[in-house]
């Protein structure tokens, strides 16, 4: 029990100390430069190796900082944005880029959702042909509105099904 | 002590959990209903079992308990208390025992309700079995494969402390939230199930659990608001929706759980499209376990998802073997869940829901397979490819576009079939005052065409809203007599769920306003070169003077923070508005290093600044900065969808005479309008 006090005194001493000398230390280690406003540009279409799931503009670690050095290093070589970018994905692969192509290995993704939704909404049209065209037991068609407000079933009639 | 007798507790749950999934079906075979009673007792007993399990780590966690390994994970002796009850659920082991108290406190609350007085006893033994099955399914996870209790045999002298990013009142109350959110729709689950098991074909279980439904809709919808705010606040990355795995995870079973919510009411109103609710009932049901399982399984990368760990296969295995007994459950009684209605026309009410449904699973198939690409893209070609926001934005924001279009059309349509004369003239007003906006916008500088057509559609939408709610005012002005007031109050008391559904739309259309506000004149840039001290930069109509750096006392002790002083003043007079304070936090014991922003502007326009780097002692640094405009409108639009689940779902007690005779409508005596 004393063990554990003394103990417990001993890491908030040293916390102190670690704390006192903080503001200097911290100062010293961590500068980080930042990119320019081109390099940002072209960062921001990238992904980062370091932090999974943002872009390479909006992630603080070390390996993201090297590859905006090399973004700057290229820049300053005369290279266009594009050829930037072409750079790294001839270097890492499609995966490097935040917008994957719509062309090559990647085209299936960006047909997936057009694909679906169209399929989809043919699929519902099937749907209602079919059970437009169904034989239905001798139920009334007609809406039920029970529980409703009276006054607002009328006004659907009077608004909606009226010519 | 304590904790180990959680431990059992949560043993001892497991049991009660098998024993409950045997015994109800058994009783209901017998006949029995003493053993199906027992079932549901002991499906009742899973919360308290539950909860003194919660108990017994939060009694770790507080005590400082480092030989339990999990405390030594999540906490330090730093830690303060708030954070260190919260660190329950802040990592993988501890997250799934508290997803297990807010599964078994609905099992619970659906134990408890009077199910003679509801009227569905018959569904009862199965809605049991269900849920204490999947109940059983995350306590045997959490006892055998991600066990939160167990100890080290050398218990360090401090913990690691809670991830930093964790530490904000959003990522706090947002995975209770979605928890409760997915765990709510369990309960439809269960009486789906329930129903497909007793080959019923009426809607008894969707009206039993039509409450539930919402709450867990509720809770989903509150969970993603909060998962946004968090971002925005914590992440700095300028936004609020990053597209990332574990945002997106929620979202799809939303995309899928709101169109049941439509869908259901088909089924209640004409008997039609049973057979799809019980497919996107399912559905959302797949699609919860399916996201659980990739996140949880560290399978997919994402800001805050858990660390890797090996219960992804058996995951995985699980899902199968339950999917494919849905789906022959389902299977061998599609001859029950024929449909009582005849289709009359597709320019209907049921119609267009139908084609909104599709909609909306076409968007969530879209974010399903721009989140799952990545791993579909290995298993095939290699390579692991990453979908960034670009994609999401550009797939799935039309088709969302379309959606809130079509939130414009269908209150116009009826049920069973429409005039198209009278739903053109009810277009007539809104159609009006969307042009008259998109005018006033133009004139006023936008001049970008899709922007301006997306506010249009929004202000048509806004506007067809609305007007519903006026026609059914003055409908109960005339016919009842009441002054305004009275009249809608009464119109949202006596259709709570059509008006209440109406407020959920415009919090859409708010929302909407936000996105697109942001998203399209949204500007964000890094000052170029660094600022040196004293110097000025301006973004917009803003004009920032760097005024120094220095470092701050970080809050809990165990990070290093420093943070700029920038001054902001208008850029076209030179008034000065305030001042922003954006910092960094360096944590060595993590490794981490977290980038807050510091938000200021004014409502429609954010100004967001991030301090991105300093160079010689602060003698020069750089910012990003972002003005967001309008984005303030995506929080009102949800605190306002959120405004009309309550409508939806507050229960009214029965004051007015039902039924007021309809043909009293038309004389309106002299001084009943305008009162």
């Not at chain 1, 417990?8 to 001493?13: E, K, S, T, Y």
């Not at chain 2, 494969?145 to 809670?162: C, E, I, K, M, Y």
Request: hydrophobic share 50%.
């Amino acid at each position: 029990m004393t063990f554990a006090k003394t103990l417990r005194a001993f890491i908030c001493a040293l916390l102190g100390v670690l704390l006192l000398g903080r503001s200097t230390a911290n100062v010293v280690y961590a500068q980080v430069p930042a990119p320019d406003e081109e390099t940002y540009r072209i960062a921001k279409q990238l992904n980062c190796p370091t932090c999974a799931g943002r872009n390479l503009a909006d992630c603080p670690t070390e390996t993201c900082a090297q590859w905006k050095a090399e973004i700057k290093a290229q820049l300053d070589q005369g290279k266009s944005a594009q050829e930037v970018l072409d750079y790294f994905q001839a270097r890492f692969g499609p995966t490097v880029l935040q917008e994957p192509p719509k062309s090559g290995t990647t085209a299936p993704l960006w047909a997936a959702p057009i694909g679906a939704a169209i399929v989809f909404l043919i699929g519902a049209g099937l749907v209602m042909w079919r059970t437009s065209q169904r034989n239905a037991p001798a139920a009334p068609s007609t809406p039920q509105s029970e529980g409703e407000d009276p006054f607002v079933a009328a006004l659907e009639r009077e608004v909606r099904q009226s010519e | 002590m304590f904790t180990d007798l959680g431990h059992l507790s949560v043993i001892f749950a497991l049991i009660a959990c098998l024993y409950a999934a045997v015994v109800s079906p058994l009783g209901a075979q017998r006949n029995d209903d003493r053993l199906v009673q027992s079932g549901r007792l002991a499906a009742l007993m899973t919360f308290p079992l539950v909860l003194i399990g919660c108990l017994g780590l939060w009694y770790a966690l507080l005590t400082h308990d480092f030989g339990v390994k999990y405390v030594a994970d999540v906490s330090s002796l730093a830690t303060p208390i708030f954070f260190r009850i919260t660190a329950l659920w802040g990592s993988q082991n501890g997250s799934i025992l508290f997803w297990c108290l807010i599964m078994s406190a609905f099992v619970a609350a659906a134990m408890v309700r009077d199910w003679d007085a509801a009227g569905d006893k018959p569904l009862l033994p199965y809605v049991t079995m269900t849920m204490a099955l999947v109940l059983g399914f995350f306590l045997f996870l959490e006892l055998f494969l991600a066990n939160a209790f167990l100890r080290s045999d050398f218990p360090p002298q401090d913990g690691r402390g809670l991830n930093p990013l964790l530490r904000h009142p959003g990522m706090i109350i947002h995975p209770p939230m979605l928890y409760a959110g997915y765990t709510g729709l369990l309960v439809p689950f269960a009486f789906c199930i329930a129903s497909l098991i007793t080959r019923r074909s009426d809607d008894l279980w969707l009206r039993s659990s039509r409450r539930w439904t919402l709450v867990g809709w509720a809770f989903l919808t509150a969970g993603l608001l909060l998962g946004g705010r968090w971002a925005h606040d914590v992440l700095g990355w300028g936004g609020y929706w990053g597209w990332d795995p574990s945002e997106n995870k929620p979202l799809i079973t939303w995309l899928i759980a709101t169109p049941f919510l439509h869908s259901a009411m088909i089924q209640e109103k004409r008997g039609m499209f049973k057979n799809w609710n019980v497919f996107l009932m399912m559905l959302t049901f797949a699609s919860m376990f399916f996201g659980t399982a990739f996140i949880r399984s560290g399978l997919l990368t994402s800001v805050h998802a858990f660390a890797a760990s090996d219960i992804g296969p058996f995951f995985m295995g699980a899902m199968i073997v339950i999917l494919a007994a849905c789906a022959m459950l389902w299977l061998t009684r599609l001859d029950v869940l024929r449909s009582e209605n005849k289709l009359d026309s597709a320019f209907s009410r049921e119609g267009i829901f139908l084609i909104q449904n599709v909609l909306f699973l076409s968007t969530s198939f879209t974010v399903f397979i721009g989140t799952i690409f990545p791993i579909l893209s290995e298993a095939i070609g290699g390579t692991k490819i990453t979908v960034g926001p670009p994609f999401f934005d550009q797939t799935a924001g039309p088709q969302m576009a379309a959606l809130v279009a079509l939130m414009g059309m269908a209150p116009l349509l009826a049920w069973g079939k429409s005039s198209g004369a009278a739903v053109s003239r009810q277009m007539i007003v809104p159609a009006a005052f969307a042009l008259v906006v998109m005018i006033a916008l133009f004139v006023g500088g936008a001049n970008q065409p899709i922007p301006l057509l997306l506010f249009g559609l929004c202000a048509y939408t806004l506007a067809q809203t609305v007007m519903e709610y006026v026609r059914g005012v003055r409908a109960r002005m005339r016919g009842g007599n009441e002054s305004m007031p009275v009249a809608l109050v009464r119109l949202a008391q006596k259709n709570q769920r059509r008006y209440g559904g109406y407020l959920v739309h415009l919090g859409v259309v708010l929302m909407a306003i936000g996105v697109i506000g942001k998203g399209f004149y949204g500007q964000d840039t890094i000052t170029t070169p660094a600022v040196k001290l004293n110097e000025s930069f301006t973004v917009g109509d803003y004009t920032f003077t760097y005024r120094g750096i220095r470092p701050v006392p970080c809050e809990f002790n165990d990070c290093q923070t420093m943070q700029a002083m920038l001054l902001i003043s208008s850029a076209s007079d030179g008034r000065v508005l305030g001042a922003a304070f954006p910092y960094r936090d360096y944590y060595p014991m993590q490794q981490h290093t977290a980038t807050i922003p510091d938000i200021s502007g004014t409502f429609n326009n954010e100004v967001y600044v991030i301090l991105a780097g300093w160079d010689n002692n602060g003698a020069t640094a750089s910012f990003q900065v972002f003005i967001n405009p309008l984005i303030n409108w995506i929080w009102v639009g949800g605190v306002v969808m959120i405004l009309g689940f309550f409508v939806c779902f507050w229960k009214v007690p029965e004051r007015e005479p039902a039924a007021a005779p309809i043909t009293a409508r038309r004389p309106a005596p002299a001084g009943a309008p305008a009162k």
